[in-house]
C-alpha cells in the first residue's frame, strides 16, 4: 500500500515515518563510523535501515514498505529471496554438510567451466570474494605479464576501494578543470599511486589512442567499466578502437564487468559491442546475492597464477565456497529462462519510457539514460557522453526527487542508479511510476 503524503515537505514525511531508523544510526554512529559499515550505505539526514525483504520489495524498522531500485547496488537480479536461489543454498549446505571445505570441490569446475563457455571459452579463470579483489588480481595479473608498474584508467570509473582504482573516480567539476590528471580519490592514498596511474577520457578515442601511445612502454593495462557509472553507453567505434590500440602495444585490456556483466546483456557489454578484452572481471550477479568475484581471460595470461609456476600469488579462504557457487549457478539459470533476459529489459524500458513521459508532460529538464538494465535519472538538457558530461547535472533536483521517492515507497540510494530485476511486476512498475508523477507534482 502507498504512503499516505501530508502537504509539507517530503523530508518532514520521510522523517516521521522512519523513527525507528533514526534512532538506529543514533545507535550504530556509537560503534560504526557514520552509523554504516560501507560508506556508500550511508546518506542524509540517516539511512533507512532494513529489517525484511522479498522480491521486490523492502520492510524498514518501523515497517515502511518500499519498492526496491538499489537491490543491493545491482546484485540480485532476481530480486530478494528468489525460491531458486534459496532451494540452491539450503540444497548446497545439506549436502556438503558444511558452510566451506579449504579444499578444491566440484562446483568450482563446474560453474568456473559454465562462466568461460559465455565469455572466454579457450580461457582460464579464478574465484574471489568480490569484485574488488576480482580486479585488484586482474590488475597484478597484468603487471606480471607485461613487467610495467603503471595502470591506465577512465576518469569516473569505480573498481573498488584500492588506492589506485580510487584516483580520479569522482573528481569533482573544479578538479576536473585542471585535466586530465591522476586525482587522489581517499586520504591515505600513496604518492607512487598517482604518479604510475594514467587517467583516460571515456568515449574520446582520440585523446585516449594518444595518451595510450605516449605511455606503452610504461602500461601493464588498461582497464574500464565498458558501460561508464552503468548507464552511460560507449560510442560505437569507442571500445573497438581501444581493442585495436591496445592490441598493438600487447597491453592486456580489463573490461570490468562486475556491474555490466549480465545486465547489459547476458554475456555482458563484450557480448552486446562484440568486443573481446584480454581479461574480465566478474561479481556481483555471479554470487546469486552472496559474496562471489571472478576474473578470466587468455589462458598465456591467467596461467601465470598456476602454484607450479610460482611467477604469481592469488589466493582467498573463501574463494569459490559452494554456497556461493549454487546460488550463483541457480540465477544463471533463471536468466537463462527463455525469454527471462528480453522480459527483464522489456522491464526497464517500460519503466524508463514512464519516466520519459512525465518528465515531459511536466516540462522537466531531465534525461534518463540507461543501458540494458541499468539507468539513473539526471537534471540536465542532453544525455552524458563521459563522466565530465555527469557533473552538469543538478544534484539539488536529484536530491529533493530522491527524497520525495523515499517518502512514497520507492528506495532508491540517493543519487544512484535505479536496478530493475526479474521480480519487478506490472504491480510494481505501476506504483512506481504513480510515485515519480506525485513527486514531480510537488507536495500531495
Known sequence: MRPHMSKGPPRADLEARTKASRAYADRARRSLPGGVTAGVK??????????KAKGCRLWDLDGNEYIDYCLSFGPLVLGHG???????????????????????????????????????????????????EATLHAVRIARAYRKRPMIAKFEGHFHGGVDEFLVSHTPS?????????????????????????????????????????????????????????????????????????TADHDIPLIFDEVMS??????????????????????????????PCGAFLGRPDILDLADPVRGDFFQSSTFAGYPIAMAAGMATLD????????????????????????????HG????????????????????????RDSLEADEAKRSVLDTS???????????????????HDNIAIRETLDAFEESLSGPA
Open 334 to 361: 533463471e536468466l537463462e529462462k527463455p525469454g527471462a533476459f528480453d522480459g527483464l529489459l522489456e522491464t526497464t524500458r517500460t519503466l524508463t519510457s514512464g519516466f520519459e513521459r512525465h518528465l515531459k508532460e
Open 405 to 423: 521517492l523515499l517518502a512514497r515507497g520507492i528506495f532508491v540510494k540517493p543519487g544512484k542508479p535505479f536496478y530493475v530485476s526479474a521480480a
Open 82 to 132: 528468489h525460491p531458486r536461489v534459496m532451494k540452491a543454498i539450503r540444497d548446497s549446505l545439506q549436502s556438503a554438510g558444511t558452510t566451506m571445505f579449504g579444499t578444491p570441490h566440484e562446483l568450482e569446475a563446474t560453474y568456473a567451466e559454465r562462466l568461460l563457455r559465455i565469455f572466454r571459452p579457450d580461457g582460464r579463470m579464478r574465484f574471489t570474494m568480490s569484485g574488488t
Open 261 to 290: 556483466g549480465f545486465r547489459v546483456a547476458f554475456g555482458g557489454a563484450q557480448h552486446a559491442y562484440r568486443v573481446t578484452p584480454d581479461l574480465t572481471c566478474l561479481g556481483k550477479i555471479i554470487g546469486g546475492g552472496l
Open 173 to 245: 567539476r573544479d578538479e576536473t578543470r585542471k585535466g586530465l590528471v591522476p586525482i587522489s580519490g581517499s586520504r591515505g592514498t600513496p604518492e607512487h599511486v598517482l604518479k604510475n596511474t594514467l587517467v583516460l577520457p571515456f568515449n574520446d578515442l582520440d585523446e585516449t589512442a594518444a595518451r595510450i601511445r605516449s605511455h606503452a612502454d610504461r602500461l601493464a593495462c588498461v582497464i574500464l567499466e565498458p558501460i561508464e557509472r552503468s548507464y552511460i553507453a560507449p560510442d560505437p567505434e569507442f571500445l573497438k578502437g581501444l581493442r585495436e590500440i
Open 42 to 51: 550511508y546518506f542524509d539526514p540517516y539511512p533507512i535501515a532494513m529489517k
Open 364 to 387: 522537466v529538464p531531465a534525461v534518463v539514460p540507461g543501458v540494458g538494465s541499468v539507468f539513473s535519472i539526471l537534471f540536465m538538457n542532453h544525455a552524458p557522453r563521459n563522466y
